[in-house]
């Protein structure tokens, strides 16, 4: 019987598994929270990281639009973990957790640690709260 390629789910576990703590106890705190945002958020790996989706019904959209890409975690730098949001500018954020101003429409939020991601939880669901309430159904 052939093997069965791991779900999702089993890839995003596996790549954590591999980090060192405190950033594999960091990431699987911000995966818990960003998953139970919504149930219509999903993961996969996607660019080499964790990444989450919005996996309901969307009104159809050229791929390269990135519309369904919520974010991604740029884990590859010892001192923080980056939140990449491809579509943040759409984002309404009071908070200041979102940065930058890139022309392609990404915004950024740094995350140093547990501590941090613990802090800034509220802002970080209200981010995906906002974002999920403006996608084209």
């Known amino acids: 019987m052939p093997k069965q390629k791991p779900t999702n789910q089993e890839q995003v576990t596996a790549y954590i598994q591999k980090l060192e703590q405190p950033l594999a106890e960091t ?3 911000l995966r818990q929270i960003i998953l139970e ?3 219509e ?7 080499n ?9 969307m009104k159809p ?15 590859h730098r010892k001192e923080s973990i980056l939140l990449v949001f491809p579509t943040g500018d759409k984002i309404e954020d ?10 392609d429409g990404r915004r950024l939020a740094k995350i140093k640690n547990l501590e941090d991601a ?6 970080l669901q209200n981010a ?8 084209e159904k």
């Open 94 to 103: 009071a908070s200041g957790l979102l940065e930058g101003n890139y022309t």
């Open 27 to 29: 990431i699987t705190f």
């Open 41 to 47: 958020i999903a993961e996969h790996i996607k660019w």
């Open 49 to 57: 990281s964790p990444s989450f989706y919005y996996s309901g019904e």
């Open 61 to 75: 959209f050229d791929p390269k639009e990135y519309k369904r890409d919520l974010l991604v975690l740029n884990i």
């Open 128 to 135: 995906i709260k906002d974002w999920i309430s403006k996608i």
């Open 37 to 39: 945002t919504d149930e």
């Open 118 to 123: 613990k802090a800034k939880q509220h802002d």
